[in-house]
T-cell receptor
Framework: KQEVTQIPAALSVPEGENLVLNCSFT??????LQWFRQDPGKGLTSLLL?????REQTSGRLNASLDKSSGRSTLYIAASQPGDSATYLC???????????FGAGTTVTVRA | DVKVTQSSRYLVKRTGEKVFLECVQD?????MFWYRQDPGLGLRLIYF???????EKGDIPEGYSVSREKKERFSLILESASTNQTSMYLC???????????????FGPGTRLTVL
């Protein structure tokens, strides 16, 4: 059974600091890994999707890496802003049954 | 932009009531999904559908059923609501065939259901 873990559960940083969010998964049989952002009481917004054959993806201040063999992904957010405050979720797309497994998320607070 | 809408943002129901949650997507996506989200547990897949009138159980289907009569609409049904079904319910859709490796999912705003 695929287990996805995100550590830490919560993070508070001053504005301008770089953010590093971690995601680990137990089964390397995945097609891709997706990072989402969720604002309080809202749905999920897709940030980045990394195919299993890729090592990283970048979008603006966001960069996500994937090491499938070790079961890890990292989301980097450069020069954090208060508007980056949200919960960040990672999800792996299981290749055995075509379903997503989600981590519980990391809640980020960026202090002005 | 993909738009996934859900019929209600907040819903309060009583134990034993039949509850319908509706989801509509406007991008002609083949696949649609229902998840529930609970603190500390993350999102868990209840049911999904990869075609009209097709459905498959997710990881936690007990106590739920679904209906997909039209491609754009996917309904989640709680036949007899119970207090342990109080949760945030999220609908999602994706465009690629079920066996495709590229399966980016797009989510609706969620329905927060409270069962009293």
């Amino acid at each position: 059974k695929q287990e996805v873990t995100q550590i830490p559960a919560a993070l508070s940083v001053p504005e301008g600091e770089n953010l590093v969010l971690n995601c680990s998964f137990t089964d390397s049989a995945i097609y891709n890994l997706q990072w989402f952002r969720q604002d309080p009481g809202k749905g999920l917004t897709s940030l980045l999707l990394i195919q299993s054959s890729q090592r990283e993806q970048t979008s603006g201040r966001l960069n996500a890496s994937l090491d499938k063999s070790s079961g890890r992904s990292t989301l980097y957010i450069a020069a954090s802003q208060p508007g980056d405050s949200a919960t960040y979720l990672c999800a792996v797309f299981r290749s055995n049954d075509y379903k997503l497994s989600f981590g519980a998320g990391t809640t980020v607070t960026v202090r002005a | 932009d993909v738009k996934v809408t859900q019929s209600s943002r907040y819903l309060v129901k009583r134990t034993g009531e039949k509850v319908f949650l509706e989801c509509v997507q406007d991008m002609d996506h083949e696949n649609m999904f229902w998840y529930r989200q609970d603190p500390g547990l993350g999102l868990r897949l209840i049911y999904f559908s990869y075609d009209v009138k097709m459905k498959e159980k997710g990881d936690i289907p007990e106590g739920y059923s679904v209906s997909r009569e039209k491609k754009e609409r996917f309904s989640l049904i709680l036949e007899s609501a119970s207090t342990n079904q109080t949760s945030m319910y999220l609908c999602a859709s994706s465009s690629f065939p079920r066996g495709s490796s590229y399966n980016e999912q797009f989510f609706g705003p969620g329905t927060r259901l409270t069962v009293l």
